[in-house]
């Protein structure tokens, strides 16, 4: 079936550092992949997403790009602040089927 | 636009008991969706509803259902609670096309449960 790998955390970076978080999947045919974040004491909300190979998702200066042949999605930042500390979910979606997330990365961003 | 509100947000409960939590989607949703958030399992798929009907359908055992009414509220019932059970109850509401919800959910704040 689908599935989804990304890096376990805690991941503890400085202010100001580069940030990429590792996600792997497993799927048939040709998914839809997004990146979720989850701010303390909220719901997840939808940071990007890339719905076909070698497409670029990018929001709030977040990056991530759907590479197939490697089956990959990481999610890259080029400066990272405090206020990006949060859980960080990779996610995919066949046609049809339902959503599936990794289990979340938490990143902490020390100032 | 209103976003999705869960009630309760939190509850305890003891073993045993059953729960019924309740979610309202974004107006013009019709797609409902349900997670279990714990910290060792993270996010695991409970169900998804679409126009009253369940489309899609986790790995849970029977204590765990879930409807939805005409109106694309949703409610999910847990009976005879066991430990395990405390968690994170995530609801997402969706848009859809012909083939399912786009993917973008859009989360509710949670209803935490507790067991004792």
């Known amino acids: 079936g689908n599935s989804v790998t990304q890096m376990e955390g805690p991941v503890t970076l400085s202010e100001e550092a580069f940030l990429t978080i590792n996600c792997t999947y497993t799927?048939?045919?040709?998914?839809?992949l997004f990146w979720y974040v989850q701010y303390p004491g909220e719901g997840l909300q939808l940071l990007l997403k890339?719905?076909?190979?070698?497409d670029k998702g990018s929001n709030k200066g977040f990056e991530a790009t759907y590479r197939k042949e490697t089956t990959s999605f990481h999610l890259e930042k080029g400066s990272v602040q405090v206020s990006d500390s949060a859980v960080y979910f990779c996610?995919?979606?066949?046609?049809?089927?339902?959503?599936?997330f990794g289990k979340g990365t938490r990143l902490h961003i020390l100032p | 636009k209103a976003g999705v509100t869960q009630t309760p947000r939190y509850l305890i409960k003891t073993r045993g008991q059953q729960v019924t939590l309740s979610c309202s989607p974004i107006?013009?949703?019709?797609?409902v969706s349900w997670y279990q958030q714990t910290p060792g399992q993270g996010l695991q798929f409970l169900f998804e509803?679409?126009?009253?009907?369940?489309?899609n359908k986790g790995n849970f055992p029977g204590r765990f259902s879930g409807r939805q009414f005409s109106n694309s509220r949703s409610e999910m019932n847990v009976s005879t609670l066991e430990l395990g059970d405390s968690a994170l109850y995530l609801c997402?509401?969706?848009?859809?096309?012909?083939?399912?919800?786009?993917?973008?959910?859009?989360f509710g704040e949670g209803s935490r449960l507790t067991v004792l």
């Open positions: 997402a509401s969706s848009s859809n096309t012909g083939l399912g919800n786009t993917g973008e959910l859009f």
């Open positions: 799927a048939t045919g040709y998914p839809s």
């Open positions: 890339a719905t076909k190979a070698d």
């Open positions: 996610a995919l979606k066949s046609s049809g089927d339902k959503i599936i």
């Open positions: 107006s013009g949703h019709r797609s």
């Open positions: 509803y679409f126009s009253e009907t369940q489309r």
